[in-house]
C-alpha cells in the first residue's frame, strides 16, 4: 500500500506515473468489487464492470477538481456507473450480501456445532433475499452505509442527495428489512 494521500497519488497519475494509479487500484478495489459485487450477485460480471470503473475512473481523473474526499468521487463513478448497466441489463437478477441493523444476527464460530452453521447459512440466505428485494434506493443506501461503512455527508455526496434524504432512506430501509427478516421468522 503507498504511502501516499489519495490526492498525491492523483497528482502523480495526471503527471504520467501510471504506477500511481496501481495504487489507487490496490487501495479501493475491494471496496469497488463488493460493492458492484452486491448489484449485480454475478463474480465475473463484477469483477468486468469493476474493470471498466476504475479505466472510466483513470480517463477522468483529470476532472478531480478535490472538493471532496477521492473515495466520494469514485463511488458516485461507481454508482453510476451500475445504474447506467441495470438499465441496459434489465433482465439480469441484482442482489446484496447483507447488510448491519441495529438487530445483530450472530455468526457462530466455525468451530461450533456444524447444525448452527447451517441454520447461519440460510438465515444469511434469507437476508440476502429479502434484501435484494429491497427497492433500489434503500438497497444502494444500505449497502454504502452498513457494507461499505461511507459516512452519510460521503453517501450524500455520492448519490446527490441531501443528508436529511440520506438518514430517512437508511433509516427507512433498516425498518423495511427488518420487517421482512421479521415475516420470515429470523428476528
Request: hydrophobic fraction near 35%; proline fraction near 1%.
Amino acid at each position: 500500500m503507498s504511502e501516499y494521500s489519495d490526492n498525491e497519488l492523483i497528482d502523480r497519475v495526471i503527471a504520467g506515473d501510471t504506477d500511481a494509479f496501481a495504487d489507487i487500484i490496490t487501495r479501493y478495489q475491494n471496496k469497488i468489487f463488493r460493492y458492484v459485487y452486491t448489484r449485480v450477485y454475478d463474480y465475473d460480471e463484477a469483477c468486468d464492470m469493476t474493470q471498466d470503473i476504475f479505466l472510466i475512473t483513470m480517463e477522468s481523473l483529470k476532472t478531480f477538481r478535490k472538493e471532496s474526499q477521492f473515495s466520494t468521487w469514485l463511488f458516485s463513478i461507481a454508482v453510476n456507473y451500475c445504474k447506467n448497466h441495470r438499465r441496459k441489463n434489465r433482465h439480469k437478477v441484482y442482489s446484496i450480501h447483507s447488510a448491519q441493523d441495529e438487530t445483530e444476527i450472530q455468526i457462530p464460530d466455525i468451530r461450533q456445532n456444524q447444525e448452527e452453521l447451517v441454520i447461519t447459512n440460510e438465515s444469511l440466505q434469507i437476508m440476502l433475499e429479502e434484501i435484494h428485494k429491497l427497492p433500489d434506493d434503500y438497497r444502494d443506501i444500505l449497502v454504502l452505509r452498513d457494507i461499505e461503512g461511507e459516512s452519510y455527508s460521503a453517501i450524500a455526496q455520492a448519490l446527490h442527495l441531501s443528508l436529511a434524504n440520506v438518514k430517512v432512506r437508511i433509516h427507512r430501509g433498516r425498518e423495511m428489512l427488518k420487517t421482512r427478516l421479521q415475516q420470515r421468522g429470523l428476528l
